[in-house]
Nanobody
Framework: QVQLVESGGGLVQPGGSLILSCTISGLAFSPYAVGWFRQVPGQEREFAAT????????YSGKFANNRFTISRDVDKNTVYLQMNDLNSEDTAIYYC????????????????????WGQGTQVTVSS
């Protein structure tokens, strides 16, 4: 079965950095795209970043404000999210997700465009 396993979350001080990892297994083919989202309980899931697997092209959500960088290691089937200059507003559960194939009308920043989701990893920014 398809599995997405996030790791790297935890407690970090304001201004600190964190690297999240998402290891993907069980896919018959390479994903079309892999994205990162975050969610605070009671709020909508928010787009963080996405990367096109084949080309490596990527873009980030506005909240990232040049602080977040998504990347992938094709050989390891792993995608990363480098987060810098973290603040309390970044506290959330972070999820990785796979968009298995391009679908007509699909939006790369929309959660509904993604087929598989990880369990999430908690990021807490606090002193």
């Amino acid at each position: 079965q398809v599995q997405l396993v996030e790791s790297g979350g935890g407690l970090v001080q304001p201004g600190g950095s964190l690297i999240l990892s998402c290891t993907i297994s069980g896919l018959a083919f390479s994903p079309y795209a892999v994205g990162w989202f975050r969610q605070v309980p009671g709020q909508e899931r928010e787009f963080a970043a996405t990367i096109h697997w084949s080309s490596g092209m990527s873009y980030s959500g506005k909240f990232a404000n040049n602080r977040f960088t998504i990347s992938r290691d094709v050989d390891k089937n792993t995608v990363y999210l480098q987060m810098n200059d973290l603040n309390s507003e970044d506290t959330a559960i972070y999820y990785c997700a796979v968009r298995s194939a391009e679908n007509p009308g699909g939006l790369p920043a929309a959660p509904r465009s993604y087929n598989y989701w990880g369990q999430g990893t908690q990021v807490t920014v606090s002193s």
